[in-house]
């Protein structure tokens, strides 16, 4: 069963207390979120912007898998904004002798963590923790198994209205690995949330979603047909470690030839059509390199509006919490 995520994560005033999931953000808190991340970007070279808005509190990064982009931009967002950053080791913490995450959240309670950022192979894991947490503390997701990545829904949002910001006008062509990528559910919820024109997943037969994971898109096996005139082309790395032993999924080669973004897979959608990927990427396998580092690719851009986005989910659970 679906928690109720239009109760869980609000306070009683109705305040955002944890983000678990864009499921229950509606389409003014989003627009709201993406406009206060626009005011973290400032030009390459100048100083970052910094407030205080969470000074004195502290953040606990619980990354229980791996990560570069989300964890680091947790932990640049959190200091920008004045808070302590715990970055629990999880090679060395003791979840690794079978700790529980009820002691291992109680522990950290006892320090006074007061933001727990919480990524987990295990779906369920973030709500879990939300309703456990003493009632001073929030959690926010980043990245529950294949079902959810909401802070990345929300940045990649920001970087599509950053090229055009006509969402009931727009195509947008998520390509690759759907069946296991929480990135493609965030994002897709996101997108529908501010009422996109058309949403297409373009995959192998074999990673193709379960019907009921994407309400309302439209699933396409062949590269040509999906990219036909997209405004937005994100493309989604193959998740080896979610991936049992599935039959039908096509070996590298195959893969690259008929899934890969490369210069000819371009031509099929619109000629300013941009390309994004959450990263890391396996570059030849589902992206071309030079197309990655390329004019159309604003993957680069994606990783500057995390650090946006992150701060400014943060800020409102800071405000949130000093208005307490
Ligand atoms: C993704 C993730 O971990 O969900 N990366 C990210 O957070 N930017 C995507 C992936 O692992 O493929």
Do not use: C, W
């Amino acid at each position: 069963m679906q928690p109720d995520y239009s109760k869980l994560q609000f306070d009683r005033q109705g305040n955002l207390r944890h983000f678990l999931s864009i499921k229950g953000i509606g389409i003014e808190l989003i627009s709201q979120l993406l406009e206060d991340a626009e005011k973290y970007l400032t030009a390459p070279g100048t100083l970052a912007p910094r407030s205080k808005s969470l000074a004195g509190r502290t953040i606990g990064n619980l990354f229980f898998e791996p990560s570069t982009r989300t964890r680091a931009s947790f932990d640049l967002a959190g200091r920008r904004l004045g808070a302590d950053v715990l970055n629990l080791d999880v090679n060395t913490s003791s979840r690794k002798k079978g700790e529980s995450i009820l002691d291992t959240i109680h522990t950290l309670q006892a320090m006074q963590v007061d933001i727990m950022v919480v990524r987990d192979a295990s779906d369920g894991v973030p709500a879990y923790i939300a309703r456990n947490v003493d009632d001073h503390v929030s959690v926010l997701n980043a990245g529950e198994s294949d079902v959810s990545h909401p802070t990345q829904g929300l940045l990649d949002l920001m970087t599509i209205r950053q090229h055009n910001n006509d969402f009931k006008n727009m195509v947008v062509a998520i390509v690759g690995d759907i069946q296991h990528s929480r990135v493609a559910m965030s994002t897709a919820e996101a997108l529908q949330t501010m009422g996109i024109g058309e949403l297409r997943l373009i995959s192998p037969a074999a990673l193709s979603p379960t019907s009921d994971r994407f309400p309302g898109a439209y699933v396409f096996d062949n590269l040509a047909k999906g990219l036909k005139d997209a405004d937005v082309i994100m493309a989604l790395r193959i998740q080896r470690e979610r991936i049992g032993n599935i039959e039908g999924v096509p070996n590298i080669d195959e893969y690259y030839a008929n899934y890969g973004i490369s210069h000819d897979s371009l031509e099929y959608a619109k000629p300013d059509a941009i390309v994004m990927h959450p990263g890391p990427m396996n570059r030849g396998i589902e992206i071309e390199g030079s197309i990655a580092d390329g004019p159309r690719s604003v993957i680069t851009k994606q990783v500057t509006n995390g650090v946006a986005i992150r701060m400014a989910v943060l800020d409102r659970i800071g405000q949130m919490m000093n208005e307490r």
